[in-house]
């Protein structure tokens, strides 16, 4: 169904993973070497290796529950309702 922000539908726009492609398309080493250097630079720093990690395994899931000192409450409300919609 398209939105207002895709009108035409299907996959939308995404400029720079385009020009990526491109670029890399002309230069095909070019992905070797950034990755490369991206596993290089993760033996010394740790925001390098945690992006290399999540890349590679997924994102760590996040809990959905509270903790103990703020647990989660859950309310839920089950309403019935009867209507007569006969006339007098």
């Given at each position: 169904?398209?939105?207002p922000r895709n009108p035409?539908?299907?996959?939308p726009d995404?400029?720079?993973r385009d020009a990526l492609k491109?670029?890399?398309r002309q230069?095909?080493?070019?992905?070797?070497r950034i990755a490369e250097a991206w596993?290089?630079?993760a033996?010394?720093?740790q925001m390098a290796a945690n992006a290399l990690a999540d890349r590679l395994d997924g994102k760590a899931m996040q809990p959905i529950g509270g903790d103990d000192d703020n647990p989660l409450t859950i309310v839920a409300r089950i309403e019935r309702v009867i209507?007569?919609?006969t006339t007098d």
């Amino acid at each position: 169904m398209p939105s207002p922000r895709n009108p035409g539908g299907g996959k939308p726009d995404k400029m720079v993973r385009d020009a990526l492609k491109a670029a890399l398309r002309q230069d095909t080493d070019q992905l070797k070497r950034i990755a490369e250097a991206w596993c290089a630079r993760a033996e010394s720093d740790q925001m390098a290796a945690n992006a290399l990690a999540d890349r590679l395994d997924g994102k760590a899931m996040q809990p959905i529950g509270g903790d103990d000192d703020n647990p989660l409450t859950i309310v839920a409300r089950i309403e019935r309702v009867i209507i007569d919609n006969t006339t007098d």
